[in-house]
Nanobody
Framework: QVQLVESGGGLVQAGGSLRLSCAAS????????MGWFRRAPGGERVFVAA????????EYADSVKGRFTVSRDNAKNTVYLQMNSLNLEDTAVYYC????????????????????WGQGTQVTVSS
């Protein structure tokens, strides 16, 4: 059983930056690709970014490409989401998730592929 705890959310002005962290425990961290998803008010949970087991491969939603960067520190069992140039549409609860990956290449954008989820952290962007 893998436990995931997100941190780093908060209130930020449009154009600002935040860095989210997600600490994992309870499993072999390098067995998992990691993903970030978000749920805006009244919306569905959607893919934001993902990173492969050793960080070699990354994927991003079109809406965040060039603004967000996903990274991981396997020595610390932690994945990060650096968010720059935030806008009002980025307001959401952000979730990290772990996907047991059979190969070092695997990355998935579908939430159904993920096995474990954190509780989420709120990001609010103000004008």
């Amino acid at each position: 059983q893998v436990q995931l705890v997100e941190s780093g959310g908060g209130l930020v002005q449009a154009g600002g930056s935040l860095r989210l962290s997600c600490a994992a425990s309870g499993g072999i961290y390098t067995n998992y690709a990691m993903g970030w998803f978000r749920r805006a008010p009244g919306g569905e949970r959607v893919f934001v970014a993902a990173i492969s087991r050793y960080g070699t491969y990354t994927e991003y939603a079109d809406s965040v490409k060039g603004r967000f960067t996903v990274s991981r520190d396997n020595a610390k069992n932690t994945v990060y989401l650096q968010m720059n140039s935030l806008n009002l549409e980025d307001t959401a609860v952000y979730y990290c998730a772990a996907d047991f990956a059979w190969t070092v290449y695997d990355i998935h954008k579908d939430a159904l592929d993920y096995d474990y989820w954190g509780q989420g952290t709120q990001v609010t962007v103000s004008s």
